[in-house]
């Protein structure tokens, strides 16, 4: 997946480069990159809090391009690979020209990791992938109208442990979990002085083919033997 995030970030650096070149821009770029090493990783506390990642990562990156062009005036594209807590990877993709047109794309990619058989007597462990994806494209060419058009995309897989409550005990539900939430939306702002109204129709499919393992009167078998 690293080698699909590197991918992006360098397609969306070539493909405006040669109108950057010829347009005068202001052109801001930061990066940050390193090496990460893991001497430990047995730990269960520091597997659930810690960042995972190993070898070279990009801790950040933002490259920010400005002028007053035929096709944009401002261009913006932030990008990050490492695992980071609560964070994940991640590629944002912001391109707009003022009064016509805006246009989003942002991806995450984030490692959902949790294991601790004495909490909720392992009914909260999980190792799944929470993969997003969502564009937004609005165009601003009618006088105080402005017309949307989005896309979202999300997608959650891996082992997964549901926690259920009964028999005043909790246990866990064992799933292999697959569920992907698609959507289109399209709508219209309406904006004229102090006064805004806004209307959205959304089409969303949700697909759910997640697997359970074992049977839940099993999951709270296996439980209750597991305390005695």
């Known amino acids: ?19 950057i070149a010829d347009s005068g821009m202001d052109i801001q770029l930061d990066t940050r990159v390193g090496y990460s090493l893991i001497s430990e990783d047995d730990n269960s506390f520091y597997r659930n809090h810690m960042d995972l990642s190993e070898g070279f990562l990009l801790e950040n990156l933002k490259l920010t391009a400005q002028a007053n062009g035929k096709w944009f005036d401002r261009l913006e594209l932030t990008a990050r690979t490492g695992d980071r807590l609560d964070t994940g990877r991640r590629i944002r993709f912001d391109i707009r020209k003022t009064g ?18 004495g909490y909720n007597f392992g009914a909260n462990n999980r190792n799944v992938v929470r993969n997003t994806m969502n564009a937004e494209f609005r165009w601003m060419g009618i006088q105080h109208i402005t017309l949307v058009a989005g896309y979202a995309l999300a997608e959650t897989t891996g082992a997964y442990n549901q926690p259920y409550s009964g028999w005043l005990d909790i246990y866990p539900i064992r799933l292999n ?52």
């Open 1 to 19: 997946m690293k080698n699909i995030f590197f991918s992006i970030i360098a397609g969306l650096l070539l493909c405006p480069s040669q109108g």
């Open 100 to 117: 016509q047109y805006a246009f989003t794309l942002n991806h995450t990619l984030n490692f959902d990791y949790f294991s601790d058989d």
């Open 177 to 228: 979990r697959d569920t992907t939430r698609e959507s289109f939306q399209l709508g219209l702002d309406f904006r004229k002085g102090g006064f805004k109204a806004s209307l959205r129709q959304a089409w969303v499919t949700i697909e759910e083919a997640s697997v359970p393992l074992g049977s839940v009167f099993n999951a709270a078998e296996e439980t209750f033997t597991s305390t005695l």
